[in-house]
């Protein structure tokens, strides 16, 4: 059965620390990976990856995916206040009917000042 | 402004009432999905439409029934739910069948309460 699993499952760290959010997976078919941060409604897109090794940056936060570990991290540095969210790891699939999105559970990261 | 728009924001409904939940994507693109989320669970998709057929129903009950007129727009449909029903209810839409690739653009969502 797909799935895919993130760690820590809630995380609390001070203003300024750096965190960083794991993700792994188990997918048949796999075509890329995605990261999403969910304040309080819509998840907003972050990174999509689809190459092993490559770093994706914006801004302080960056992503990386190794395809033989199966997983990807996403790291935070000098965390503000305004990082406080639910971040959402995703990982699709191909299927002969479009595409397939499998969803982690999420890690909570609360910044406090 | 996110690109997809979902109405109503927040729904209260009794077990017996009939209401639809609406989605509409201004990006263009060519599927669009329905998905539930409940706390401390993933996102569990309920609803698939790509190029406007339904490609997934994920053993949804019977209660839910999706409705695809055009590309643009996706209902929901509701009726007789359970309080176990009540949970955040997110609209995506993507472009399928293209590279690169497209991510999921997700709307606000409607939070639902079954009373």
């Known amino acids: 059965e797909d799935k895919v699993v993130q760690s820590p499952l809630s995380l609390v760290v001070h ?25 309080k409604k819509a998840p907003t897109f972050l990174f999509m990856l689809t190459s092993s090794g490559i770093e994706k940056k914006s801004g302080r936060l960056s992503s990386i995916l190794d395809k033989k570990e ?32 499998y969803f982690g559970t999420g890690t909570s990261l609360t910044v406090i000042p | 402004e996110t690109g997809v728009t979902q109405t ?37 998709l309920m609803f698939v439409y790509s190029l406007e057929e339904r490609v997934e129903n994920n053993s949804v009950p019977s209660r ?24 955040l209810y997110l609209c995506a839409s993507s472009q399928v069948f293209q590279d690169p690739n497209s ?6 969502g409607t939070r639902l309460t079954v009373t």
């Open chain 2, 8 to 44: 109503p924001r927040h729904l209260v409904m009794g077990m017996t009432n009939k209401k639809s939940l609406k989605c509409e994507q201004h990006l263009g693109h060519n599927a669009m999905y329905w998905y539930k989320q409940s706390a401390k669970k993933p996102l569990e």
């Open chain 2, 64 to 87: 839910f029934s999706p409705e695809c007129p055009n590309s643009s727009h996706l209902f929901l449909h509701l009726h007789t739910l359970q309080p176990e029903d009540s949970a």
């Open chain 2, 103 to 108: 991510p999921l653009h997700f709307g606000n």
């Open chain 1, 15 to 39: 203003e300024g620390d750096t965190v960083t959010l794991n993700c792994s997976y188990e997918v048949t078919n796999f075509r890329s990976l995605l990261w999403y941060k969910q304040e």
């Open chain 1, 70 to 101: 199966l997983s990807s991290i996403l790291n935070i540095t000098a965390t503000q206040t305004g990082d406080s969210a639910i971040y959402l790891c995703a990982v699709e699939a191909i299927t002969n009917t479009g595409n397939q999105f």
